[in-house]
């Protein structure tokens, strides 16, 4: 098992080897958080802080209670753009926390990179809670356990992303994690909205939802800002919803075990049609619930060792073994 | 008055525009008395094993003096030019206010007066560099100011630039451009690429660059003018120039050391410290400037110092302002990283500027018998490690951090005053 | 056996080498059979026993011991399973990983249960055992089942079911697995 310090990207888990490791160890804290008394003491002792720049309350609550859960200590320090001087050091923020005591800092920022220079800066560990564009992984990871939860192991299925990739941290951070779990993804967008390069990135691209819909398993829906329509890249929304959306007629292209995800929060009638998102085949209430017990597993996974104490047993000195044969003396 | 003594720099070889050879180098009063064999004078400069060559130039600096002085000031920025083997360092306007009219060209001439380093200025193109109203670039001239540029934005306005160009070359003096389309930037950070995609953030696309190089050539085309391209770093930009200079169009070009040294991949860590305007490109836009500056399409190397404090690079990378240090680690890195003679090399950090700003009778000169003794003596096999923390610059947001450079400025002299000894600033 | 996370957590790590069979397959059964009769006699009868055996060298003991409950006492007796992974705070550097779910599906209030492991050595693992049923309600009574007891307690924990006594050194592991009971020592 290899030892994480931060969780800054997907990439940081190493692989499928450590996906599979967060989502074996978000079975036990589903069961965990099943049980009467849905708490363990894994975490009794550690402090985590909340450093939140952008107003999320979804997100810090499923940390929120990941944390009470493992019985860790919690201090928030969420920001509204009003209490941080606008340009405040990050790094005096980030040590600021430091100092009163924290094992672990939760981030997120609307630059790219933020948490990664938190990270070298202190030596708690750092988990990434959204940075700008960049990547929001364990949003990844849940998505992740809610399609094994429903269909199983991800290799070979097919999953198309819909919407507005190029500024999309929920999109970047399901591509590495889909990918490296097996799956084949599809990104479906017009291309202003896709990044400027796809160079090393392995999937397809398709600008017409209706080919793409009867050929995948799962289709994620991204959120379509209303903010977008400033920036020329697409007409307006209803375009958008006509040439992209998942509307009552479109959901009857998806094959009948199709599933249908959104990290949300959905605007209802723009990506997906208000009725959709109500359907049996859509698990975005899931999601939300799978958020806890995957942000457990990941916490657990950075914070629970013990103490850095060497264990009490010592290192076993072998005996000598029995005695072998002497060679006959010459 | 002190009294005359003299000067000499022994055991070094001599290399300048006319060529290479052995000697020492003997400096009375401000001026070169002589070179030869086995030379001696009232005190000694120990240049064994040295190159003694023209004191560099650099035509791109940003000493942040008047209104940034917690990054840098003139005084401090001149002890890095010296400690970099500059003699002379010519500042870019974009200051707080913008060096735009003959009061400011005064402050920043007058700041400079007790540098150890000549100081000149350029002035801005526009008013306040804001790109809408031409400055009064005659009543700057008369303080002689040779260069104008609006250097730290590009002017946006074809129409303007058209006439900024025709008064310019009335005037007998210089354009230069710091090209960057503001509506295709897109407010990109970075590079527009693979890079800026997989990190995701904004990135503005080497076009952006490109398509003002186009605009200028066609203008200088118009117009007559002589148009000086700065920190050139797209392939392509590099191709036009090459193009227009075949043509026998008056166009000149400069490129930094960190685009001939580093590509997009540094940002990966989000370090600001490797975000600037224009950004690091592709490695095969370096190959590409690397081969500008091996046929001369680039003559000339600028190393775009921009100080900022440690507080403005500790923000997230896209709220950090853009600009690297340059001066003490430029001659090092063109003489590592350019496969180049050495010679060239100093033309382009020496006499090519020098020419280019219309200060080729004071510095780049041949190191001769009356010529002014702005010097450097250069030890090109000293290895040393860069340290931000070290160096003159108020500010240490140096991207080569840690690395380990061949190549350093021993003593420098400037019109025949030693402002550097053995590596250490003397004021 | 108790050993078992100490194997997987650094710098340990290697494989084991028995050097004696302490105990073949068919002293293991008479064991089982010994330890049911103990069980049934200590409870008066198996009528609110539960059997909950430790992930994961306890759940071939549990099971075995239910088999041998519902021979002897004629009806089954409920198995469930439980991992204390989270519960432990003596591992060290690194997070103890869960080996498998627990899974105690119905309700333990007023219920005797039975702990079941392979092998008792510091009492820690039954310490945390403890402290995570406390999490699943309040049983009237737990009980303790473990096929070997090699000594070195560092708690005041004792087994009340005991397969067999073995003396060991503290360097030495023991093995309990299909074929019987081995001691023997870590190979690096």
Not at chain 2, 1 to 10: F, T
Not at chain 3, 98 to 121: K, M, N, S
């Amino acid at each position: 098992m290899t030892a994480h310090r931060h969780l800054l990207d997907i990439a940081d888990l190493g692989g499928r080897a450590g996906i599979d490791e967060v989502m074996r160890l978000t079975d036990s804290f589903v069961e965990v958080s099943e049980r009467p008394i849905p708490r363990v003491p894994a975490l009794r002792g550690k402090t985590l802080a909340w450093l939140f720049y952008e107003d999320s309350t979804r997100t810090r609550l499923s940390f929120e209670t990941a944390a009470k859960r493992l019985s860790a200590d919690t201090m928030n320090f969420s920001v509204s753009s009003s209490s941080v001087k606008k340009g405040e050091s990050l790094r005096d923020t980030a040590k600021t926390i430091e100092a009163m005591g924290i094992d672990a800092i939760v981030v997120r920022h609307a630059s790219a990179g933020a948490p990664h220079r938190i990270a070298r800066w202190v030596d708690a560990s750092v988990v990434n809670a959204g940075d700008g564009w960049h990547e929001h992984p364990t949003q990844a990871l849940l998505d992740c356990y809610t399609i094994r939860q429903h269909r199983g192991d991800l290799a070979g299925q097919r999953i198309a992303i819909v919407g507005d990739i190029k500024h999309s941290r929920v999109a970047r951070s399901d591509v590495w994690a889909f990918t490296a779990m097996g799956a084949e993804v599809v990104l479906v967008a017009p291309p202003t909205l896709l990044p400027p390069s796809l160079d090393g990135w392995p999937v397809k691209v398709s600008h017409r939802i209706d080919e793409v819909l009867p050929t995948v398993d799962v289709v994620y829906l991204l959120r379509m800002q209303r903010e977008r329509m400033t920036e020329a890249l697409v007409p307006s929304l209803r375009e958008y919803t006509a040439t992209f959306g998942l509307t009552n007629q479109r959901v009857e292209l998806l094959r009948d075990d199709a599933m249908v995800m959104h990290p949300g929060p959905m605007n209802r009638g723009v990506e997906i049609a208000a009725e959709v998102a109500d359907l049996p085949r859509s698990v975005i209430l899931d999601q939300v619930r799978n958020g806890v017990a995957v942000r457990m597993a990941v916490l657990y996974l950075l914070l629970g060792a013990g103490t850095d104490r060497v264990p009490e047993v010592p290192p076993p000195t072998p005996e000598p073994l029995a005695p072998t044969l002497e060679l006959p003396r010459a | 008055m002190p009294e005359s003594s003299s000067l000499v720099l022994k055991g070094g070889r001599i290399i300048d525009a006319a060529g290479e050879r052995t000697g020492d180098v003997v400096v009375v009063d401000g001026r070169v008395t002589a070179v030869g064999a086995d030379l001696t004078a009232d005190r000694v400069l120990d240049a064994t094993g040295c190159i003694v060559a023209p004191g560099l130039v650099d035509v791109h600096s940003h000493l942040r003096e008047p209104g940034m002085e917690e990054a840098e000031t003139v005084e401090t920025g001149a002890r890095g030019a010296a400690l970099g083997g500059y003699t002379a360092i010519l500042a870019m306007p974009n200051t707080t206010p913008a060096i735009d009219s003959a009061a400011v060209v005064r402050q920043v001439l007058d700041l400079g007066r007790t540098a150890p380093c000549d100081v000149f200025t350029s002035g801005a193109i526009t008013v306040g560099r804001a790109g809408e109203q031409l400055a009064p670039m005659a009543e700057m001239a008369a303080l002689g100011v040779t260069l104008f540029t609006d250097d730290g934005a590009g002017v946006q306005d074809n129409g303007l630039m058209r006439r900024a160009m025709e008064y310019a070359q009335g005037l007998g003096v210089s354009l230069a451009q710091h090209c960057e389309d503001d509506a295709l930037c897109g407010g990109g950070h970075m590079h527009e690429g693979e890079w800026s995609a997989r990190l995701g953030l904004p990135g503005q696309p080497a076009e952006a660059e490109e398509l003002m190089v186009m605009r200028d050539i066609a203008l200088a085309r118009l117009t007559g003018c002589r148009i000086h391209f700065q920190h050139m770093s797209t392939a392509r930009s590099v191709a036009m120039i090459r193009d227009a200079i075949a043509a026998g169009l008056p166009v000149t070009a400069e490129a930094t050391p960190h685009h001939f040294t580093l590509t997009h991949a540094a940002c990966a860590t989000y370090d600001p410290v490797f975000k600037v305007n224009p950004p690091l490109r592709t490695a095969e836009d370096v190959v590409a400037v690397k081969a500008g500056l091996a046929d001369g399409t680039i003559a000339i190397i600028a190393t775009d110092h921009a100080p900022h404090t440690a507080e403005t690079k500790e923000l997230p990378f896209d709220q950090a302002p853009p600009g690297m240090l340059g001066l003490e680690t430029a001659l090092a890195l063109a003489l590592t990283e350019l496969d180049l003679p050495v010679q060239q090399v100093l033309a382009a950090l020496s006499w090519n500027p020098a020419a280019a700003i219309g200060i080729a009778k004071t510095h780049g000169r041949p190191v001769a018998e009356g010529e002014p003794a702005n010097l450097c003596v250069i030890d090109p096999e000293v290895t040393w490690t860069v340290d931000g923390a070290t160096m003159a610059s108020r500010s240490t947001n140096t991207p080569f951090q840690g690395r380990e450079l061949r190549g350093r400025v021993r003593h420098t002299l400037l019109f025949g005053e030693p402002v550097v000894i053995a590596g250490e600033p003397q004021r | 056996m108790a050993e078992r996370e100490r194997r997987q957590a650094p710098p340990y790590g290697g494989v084991f080498a028995p050097r004696t069979r302490v105990m073949d397959s068919d002293d293991v059964q008479r064991a089982v059979w010994r330890m049911a009769h103990e069980i049934i006699e200590a409870n008066q009868g198996i009528d609110d026993v539960v059997l909950v055996g430790l992930q994961t060298g306890g759940l071939p003991i549990a099971d075995a011991l239910a088999s041998a409950l519902a021979s002897i006492g004629g009806h089954e007796v409920l198995v469930g399973s439980i991992d204390v992974a989270f519960y432990r705070d003596d591992i060290g550097l690194r997070p103890v990983l869960p080996e498998a779910v627990t899974h105690i599906p119905w309700p333990l209030d007023g219920r005797t249960v039975v702990l079941c492991d392979d092998v008792l050595f510091t009492g820690r693992t039954i310490r945390a055992a403890l402290n995570a049923l406390s999490d699943y309600g309040r049983p009237r009574a737990v009980q303790l089942a473990v096929m070997i007891d090699r000594g070195h307690r560092e708690l005041p924990i004792r087994p009340d079911f005991v397969g067999k006594n073995l003396p060991t050194r503290r360097d030495e592991v023991v093995d309990v697995h299909s074929d019987g009971v081995d001691l023997g020592e870590m190979i690096r």
